[in-house]
């Protein structure tokens, strides 16, 4: 089911997706809270920096995978 909606990698599980669905609903929630609290302006402000906090991450995270994946696999040895 996450292979055909395109949220996680091939090799991924359902709970990851799960957790995926959970993080983005706390997110939510903390934003919706900000507003509440805040003014606009420090609202916008908390809002633009999660967001590209999220955005570095998962740059990173994507940069990651693709080393991880040209890295050449370790042949074992007597086996």
């Known amino acids: 089911m996450t292979e055909a909606w395109g949220l996680l ?4 599980d359902e709970s990851d997706c799960i957790m995926v669905l959970l993080s983005m609903f706390v997110l939510v929630v903390l934003v ?11 609202a916008l402000l908390v809002s633009a920096m999660i967001l590209v906090a999220f ?3 998962l740059m990173e995270n994507r940069r990651m995978s693709k080393s991880h994946a040209e890295q050449p ?3 074992m040895v007597g086996t």
Not at 9 to 12: D, Y
Not at 32 to 42: A, D, G, Q, Y
Request: proline residues 5%; aromatic residues 14%.
């Open 9 to 12: 990698p091939l090799a991924a």
């Open 32 to 42: 919706v809270s900000i507003f509440l609290v805040f003014s606009t302006e420090v």
């Open 55 to 57: 955005l570095y991450a």
């Open 73 to 75: 696999k370790k042949r």
